[in-house]
């Protein structure tokens, strides 16, 4: 009897233990995969776009120069900065006119102590007003130094605001070159050469395409933030002709909203290329997820933003 009873005590605890204990993983079987970053890359100035040097489908490395707007003028006004750059920086390097003042003082001292030697004794060859005179030249020629130094300084100033000149010409001739923010692929061309290009108007439409976000949703009665934040997943993509592509990545953001009763949940992976270097899986369809909760979670790794909502796709057009 007593053994009948601390078994069913034992069969109850266990039981509850296992309840309590959360599922090994958490299953996602539909999850939406979507590009990182997805951007098009306007025009900063306006003018006509007078050349295009890359075409759709085209993979480029971040900074690689997409377009250039009509740069003509901006590079004029660069070039008269750099002149009066240039021009500045010589007069603040200069002190020929410190030195001319110096030599001056130099004649007027020595015009004045031989006034005053040639008016020793009683003769008084000289008169006093003579000597004042000379004095004065040579007091003004001192001050003469100190003018020229100042006016030393001031150029020196000069020539920091004419340099910054030249920075600030430099960023107008840098905005009409349209350069590509990261590494990914030209989806879109808006944009063709003789074209006018108005301020922010897109020219070119990229694609990150190395890493891929996938977004899925967990009941938030059974899964919280903290079982799977973190945390590696495996991500399934059912494939054309039968086949499955496995990919690895990890939890990088979990929404602190429940919506509907969901959990919200945000990963990251490497995009598995082909042997031609091409995405094997790519954006825009769904997959199963699958959340590793009994592992350790990767606290070290820095977390980055959800990634931002696909814009609908355009259809291709004939120019």
């Known amino acids: 009897m007593i053994t009948n009873f601390l ?13 309590a204990a959360p599922a090994a993983d958490a299953n996602i079987p539909i999850a939406q995969v979507m ?32 377009a250039r707007v009509d740069d003509r003028e901006a590079k004029a006004q660069l070039l008269v900065k750099e002149l009066e750059s240039d021009v500045a920086e010589q007069e603040a390097n200069s002190d020929i006119a410190i030195r001319f003042q110096k030599a001056t003082a130099d004649v007027a001292w020595a015009a004045w102590k ?7 004794g009683a003769s008084k060859a000289v008169s006093d007003i003579e000597i ?17 130094r100042e006016t030393n300084v001031t150029n ?23 350069a590509a923010p990261f590494d990914g692929i030209v989806t ?29 949703s967990l009941d938030a009665q059974e899964w919280a933030a903290a079982d799977v934040d973190g945390r590696k997943v495996t991500v399934e993509f059912n494939l054309p002709r039968g086949r499955v592509e496995k990919v690895t990545g990890k939890v990088v953001f979990v929404s602190p909203v429940v919506v509907n009763g969901k959990l919200n949940v945000w990963a990251e ?27 350790p979670a990767q606290v070290e790794a820095k977390p980055v933003s959800a990634p931002r909502a696909a814009p609908a796709a355009r259809p291709t057009t004939n120019r």
């Open 7 to 19: 078994g069913a005590v034992l069969a109850i605890t266990l039981g509850a233990d296992a309840a």
């Open 269 to 295: 992976i490497e995009t598995p290329m082909d042997k031609q270097g091409r995405p094997a899986v790519p954006a825009g369809m769904t997959a199963a997820m699958t959340v590793h909760t009994g592992q």
């Open 156 to 178: 020196k100033l000069t020539a920091k605001a004419k340099k910054a000149e030249v920075g600030a010409a430099e960023v107008v001739v840098n905005r009409r070159v349209l």
């Open 132 to 148: 004042q005179r000379a004095k004065l030249d040579y007091e003004k020629a001192k001050l003469g130094i100190e003018k020229e």
């Open 114 to 120: 031989k006034l005053e030697k040639a008016n020793e």
């Open 35 to 66: 590009p990182l970053d997805r951007q098009d890359i306007p025009g900063s100035d306006p003018g006509m776009l007078v050349s295009m040097a890359v075409k759709e489908g085209m993979r480029v490395t971040k900074g690689t120069e997409l």
């Open 188 to 216: 879109f061309v808006h944009k063709h050469p003789g074209e006018w290009v108005a301020v922010g108007e897109p020219v070119v439409e990229m694609v990150r395409v190395d890493r891929l976000g996938v977004r899925g």
